[in-house]
Antibody
Framework: EVQLVESGGGLVEPGGSLRLSCAASGFTFTNAWMTWVRQAPGKGLEWVGRFKSKTDGGTTDYAVSVKGRFTISRDDSRNTLYLQMNSLKSEDTGVYFC??????????WGRGTLVTVSS | IVMTQSPATLSVSPGERATLSCRASQSVTTNFAWYQQKPGQAPRLLIYGASTRATGVPARFSGSGSGTEFTLTISSLQSEDFAVYYC??????????FGQGTKLEIK
């Protein structure tokens, strides 16, 4: 069974930083493309970024709204995905989901971790 | 690519059929998915490839369409089907883009 468990959310002041983690199990993490999706309170889904598997180049891509501020990394030895968020703004508030990209599209999601950016 | 869902809210009685729509601003061929999200939960993949049900998804869910127009049909609504549904394109990504969601509520 695929499991994705996010952690690291919390309250942070505008301009601050936070690092989210996503512990993966139940599949071969090394071969997986992984992604982060967020959801502002009461709003829809917004793709944040992705990290391709190392065998497929190991590159990252980001949404325009977070490019230059957020960095996705992965530790395949720990089956863990990370999201480093810097220069946080109030509009970054929301639930952050870690997810696996399957053969076609996102097919497994974690339960999410809440990030609140407020003074 | 902008994904536009309609209606924003759909009120249907249990046992009836529900039809949800999604339009893409340009063709996404059949690289298209539907997700279901219940309050406090993560989204769940229902349909990919525009019409293929994901593992474990009941047969009452069906997807159709290609290009720019897509439909999700739930043939006979069960109580557990009342949720928010999102469409998503993955033809031209990054970025993935999602629709704004359709809330399916009990009439």
């Amino acid at each position: 069974e695929v499991q994705l468990v996010e952690s690291g959310g919390g309250l942070v002041e505008p301009g601050g930083s936070l690092r989210l983690s996503c512990a993966a199990s139940g599949f071969t993490f090394t071969n997986a493309w992984m992604t982060w999706v967020r959801q502002a309170p009461g709003k829809g889904l917004e793709w944040v970024g992705r990290f391709k598997s190392k065998t497929d180049g190991g590159t990252t891509d980001y949404a325009v709204s977070v490019k230059g501020r957020f960095t996705i990394s992965r530790d395949d030895s720990r089956n863990t995905l990370y999201l480093q968020m810097n220069s946080l703004k109030s509009e970054d508030t929301g639930v952050y989901f870690c997810a696996r990209v399957g053969v076609e599209t996102i097919d497994d999601w974690g339960r999410g971790t809440l990030v609140t950016v407020s003074s | 690519i902008v994904m536009t869902q309609s209606p924003a809210t759909l009120s249907v009685s249990p046992g009836e059929r529900a039809t949800l729509s999604c339009r893409a601003s340009q063709s996404v061929t059949t690289n298209f998915a539907w997700y279901q999200q219940k309050p406090g939960q993560a989204p769940r993949l229902l349909i990919y490839g525009a019409s293929t049900r994901a593992t474990g998804v009941p047969a009452r869910f069906s997807g159709s369409g290609s290009g720019t127009e897509f439909t999700l049909t739930i043939s006979s609504l069960q109580s557990e089907d009342f949720a928010v549904y999102y469409c998503q394109q993955y033809n031209n990504w990054p970025p993935y883009t999602f629709g704004q969601g359709t809330k399916l509520e009990i009439k």
